[in-house]
């Protein structure tokens, strides 16, 4: 704590909301997964397509670098015990099966540093592993490089969470140096950095955009999974039932997005193994997961955690070996049957 009651306060407001994020995220996501966009995206199953397991690799290859799992475990908490928790079994998880790890926005460690250790964990349980230091827009790249040195971190991730500070009470109301401060932390990151949305979907038009300011990886978070709208929404006392479900899914984005952006990345409603596969085959070269595993690790402990992320890797090399794809990449391009809205969709787009 400093000696500002301001800053005091405000630390101890962001304190609070992290405990909040986890108990309606977990409210939200448990129990059986609900319908989104990845079941209008169906997979043609051919009978004699299938291949080995053995001759299935998860390496990954995002612009140039190799991620050893196609599945990585999203950013999203540290601060409080609670988070602590969580933060240790996942990164256990992400040791134990070779998964990339994100922390979550590492602002209030920046601003309290004796909340640092609840993200430090992450990379004292995962010391070799692949470890991306999230942060939101709107922080000087002098802010982006602490972030990253706390966590040793092999990228980092910025937040674009616009959505999601209108709703909140006490978020920010003022984005127009987003644009340029991503290109300003871009020009001077040490690390590759991954430009993120939280669950709203980063549409074509803003992908060309970061392509344009030379961002090189994206993931487009979209709706349809754990909304931050309904989060905030119940944090602060009501108003906005209507913007629940605001926002393009994951697949919609991924339809959407151009062709020349070096790498794509999906997440925001991915369910289960399949549908990874629906990602990939839609472009994404790794996809992430974010409220599933934190229930895992929540309501379960650092085993479970380690098991449920093993499933979801076995699983999805399973499905791999069915439709006959050797890499994850190999599974982009497989034959799938856009349906309903999804297919109507990539009309209005003019996609085919
Ligand atoms: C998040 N998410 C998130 N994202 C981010 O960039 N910085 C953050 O600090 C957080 N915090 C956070 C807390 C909790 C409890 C959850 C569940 C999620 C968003 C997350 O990375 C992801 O974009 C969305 O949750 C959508 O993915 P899922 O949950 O549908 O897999």
Redesign the pocket.
């Known amino acids: 704590m400093t000696s500002d009651p301001h800053t005091n306060d405000r630390v101890a407001q962001s304190v609070a909301r992290k405990d909040d994020?986890?108990r309606?995220?977990l409210e939200q996501?448990r129990g059986p997964a609900s319908s989104n966009d990845f079941d209008y995206v169906e997979p043609v199953h051919h009978a004699l397509d299938g291949i080995d397991i053995d001759e299935v690799t998860l390496d990954v290859d995002v612009d140039g670098w190799v991620w050893p799992a196609p599945i990585y475990i999203?950013?999203?908490?540290?601060g409080t015990d609670n988070a602590e928790r969580a933060n240790r079994a996942l990164a256990i998880a992400a040791r134990e099966n070779g998964m990339p790890i994100?922390?979550?926005?590492l602002s209030i460690a920046l601003d309290a540093p004796e909340t640092a250790p609840s993200f430090r964990v992450i990379r004292e349980e995962n010391p070799n592993g692949l470890v991306f230091a999230?942060l939101?827009a709107g922080r000087s790249p002098d802010d982006a490089a602490r972030a990253i040195d706390l966590l040793e971190a092999n990228a980092l991730?910025l937040?674009l969470?616009a959505v999601q500070e209108t709703i909140m009470r006490e978020g920010s109301r003022g984005f127009s140096t987003w644009l340029r401060d991503v290109e300003r932390i871009v020009e001077a990151a040490e690390v590759p950095v991954i430009i993120?949305?939280?669950?709203f979907g980063l549409s074509g038009r803003v992908l060309r955009q970061l392509r344009d300011l030379g961002v090189r990886i994206a993931?487009v978070?979209?709706a349809?999974?754990?909304s931050?709208a309904r989060?905030e929404d119940e944090r602060s006392g009501g108003g906005y039932a209507y913007m629940h479900h605001y926002g393009q899914s994951a697949v919609n984005c991924l339809l959407d997005a151009p062709a020349d952006f070096p790498a794509v990345l999906a997440?925001?409603?991915?369910r289960s193994p399949l549908d990874v596969i629906r990602a990939l085959a839609l472009g994404a070269r790794a996809v992430?997961?974010?409220?599933?595993?934190?229930v895992a690790a929540m309501d379960g402990d650092e085993e479970t955690a380690v098991n449920e992320t093993q499933r979801w890797l076995t699983q999805t090399r399973q499905l791999l070996a069915l439709l006959g794809a050797h890499t994850p990449a190999a599974a982009t391009g497989i034959d799938v049957l856009l349906r309903g809205r999804v297919r109507e969709f990539s009309e209005l787009r003019g996609i085919d």
């Open positions: 994020h986890i309606l995220a996501r999203n950013g999203m908490t540290g994100a922390s979550g926005s999230n939101g991730q937040h969470n993120k949305e939280v669950g993931d978070s979209g349809g999974g754990t931050f989060i997440s925001g409603g991915v992430g997961v974010a409220g599933p595993f934190l």
